[in-house]
């Protein structure tokens, strides 16, 4: 089955997502009907922009709950950037705002200072080596399973996933000696910070692999 659903909830790079899924032999269908997106047999949560404006369209479309009862039925999915972000339990971007809670741990700003000294500005813009959080073991039976340690893939964000457990943290990379989320897994959830659909033949693999679960 090869199918997959991706929210449309009128923010984000969802052309971009849909055509890197159709490229890797996915039927990609755009939806903000919350029963499709409930029923999918995958699903992507796509996004760019802030985190409270990406929630309130997820609410005011009335697609939170729909997420939420994909999640439970097991099947695979999988948030990129700001969707990623908003499967963890708030963020502290401009305020106090609560996610989809389906990843603990919070959304914090990435530091642009340490010890009062500047090290790196944000956004964090361009492309990043991937890292093990722990094992490359780790990565295997999930969509990095194709991946290797130290390839590149292309990042634009100025918050950063900060799970509650490590156990959840599936890859990082390093930020000017800051090291950052790039990857969360949690049963069959997982998230990207970097933007799969943007990141040439080694984001095209993930999505791959993520069609192929």
Known sequence: MNEVVIV????????????????????????????V?????????????????????????????????????GNPLLGICLG??????QSQEYGNHHGLGLIPGDVIEIPQKNGGHFYRKTPHI????????????????????????????????????????????????????LPVTAAVKKDNVTGLQFHPEKSGEAGLKILQQFVSQ
Not at 13 to 27: C, D, F, H, P
Request: charged share 20%; aromatic share 10%.
């Open 8 to 35: 449309d909830y009128g923010m984000g790079n969802i052309k971009s997502v849909q055509r890197g899924l159709e490229y890797v032999g996915a039927t990609a269908t755009l939806s903000s009907n919350p029963e």
């Open 37 to 73: 997106i409930a029923k999918a047999g995958r699903l992507v949560l796509p996004g760019v922009g802030a985190f409270a404006d990406g929630m309130r369209g997820m609410e005011e479309a009335g697609l939170v709950d729909a997420v939420l009862r994909f999640a439970r039925t």
């Open 126 to 177: 361009g492309w990043n080596a991937l890292q093990t959080a722990t094992s490359e073991d780790d990565w295997q039976q999930t969509c990095l399973s194709g991946s290797s340690v130290h390839e590149f893939f292309y990042f634009v964000h100025s918050f950063m996933a900060h799970p509650g457990s490590d156990t959840d943290l599936l890859a990082q990379c390093d930020y000017n000696g």
């Open 84 to 89: 990623m972000q908003m499967l963890l339990e």
